[in-house]
């Protein structure tokens, strides 16, 4: 049954385009920007910046996935299908986490995918700070897909989840900015952050878990 749910979600994923479309958005953008700066004033001015390319570009990714985990349950209680979807003979932890197994490998696969293509335009970015850029759009992914699986399941609209959930856009953007340097130094700070990541993860899915369950 679980198969069948996840399947069955990766399926609605890939034929609604609003879902996969924003991870396109930012690679995109990044490039154009890019080339503009370095058409305008030369290649040195990307000199030293490619690592923070490189983690932001994983960053941004993120908060991409938040109409895809708006829409696991605020979706379904917007559309009033919530209710049939409890009462049908998939266990309500296997629904749980059919739906959860179709959003996370997602936005975590488009956001080291873009960077590794990034990394394969960029040789220059050294193994350790490409290692602690991946680490640190990992992170980024889990943190942002556990809030917004909370929020989804209190929301009443996909809308108010998806809104919510981009209000982390400017903290994970003032972190990249400003602390880019210390953490892309070493794989320390990178695998602490994953580390603390993964335990928030796990408290918020467990959490969610039972309040599914007890709906």
């Not at 609604?16 to 080339?35: H, K, Y």
């Not at 290692?131 to 992914?141: D, E, M, Q, T």
């Not at 994970?172 to 700070?189: K, T």
């Amino acid at each position: 049954m679980l198969f069948h749910v996840l399947k069955h979600e990766l399926r609605l994923i890939f034929r609604e385009p609003r879902f996969w479309i924003p991870f396109i958005i930012p690679p995109v953008i990044l490039a154009a920007s890019q080339g503009i700066a370095v058409s305008r004033y030369g290649v040195a001015i990307m000199q030293g910046m490619e690592g923070y390319m490189m983690l932001l570009l994983g960053c941004l990714m993120a908060p991409m996935a938040a109409p895809l985990a708006a829409d696991s349950f605020a979706g379904e209680r917007e559309r009033n299908s919530l209710e049939l979807l409890q009462l049908s003979p998939v266990k309500p932890a296997q629904l749980f986490w059919g739906k959860l197994l179709a959003i996370l490998p997602f936005s975590l696969a488009f956001a080291v995918l873009v960077q590794l293509v990034y990394w394969a335009c960029h040789p220059s970015i050294t193994g350790a700070s490409a290692a602690a850029a991946i680490l640190g759009a990992v992170s980024a992914s889990l943190l942002v897909d556990s809030f917004s699986l909370l929020l989804s399941l209190k929301a009443k609209t996909v809308r108010s989840a998806t809104q919510s959930t981009l209000f982390l856009i400017i903290p994970l953007l003032l972190l990249v900015q400003f602390g880019y340097e210390a953490f892309l130094s070493s794989l320390l700070a990178p695998v602490i952050t994953l580390t603390l990541s993964i335990i928030v993860c796990v408290m918020s899915v467990a959490f969610a878990m039972r309040k599914f369950i007890s709906l």
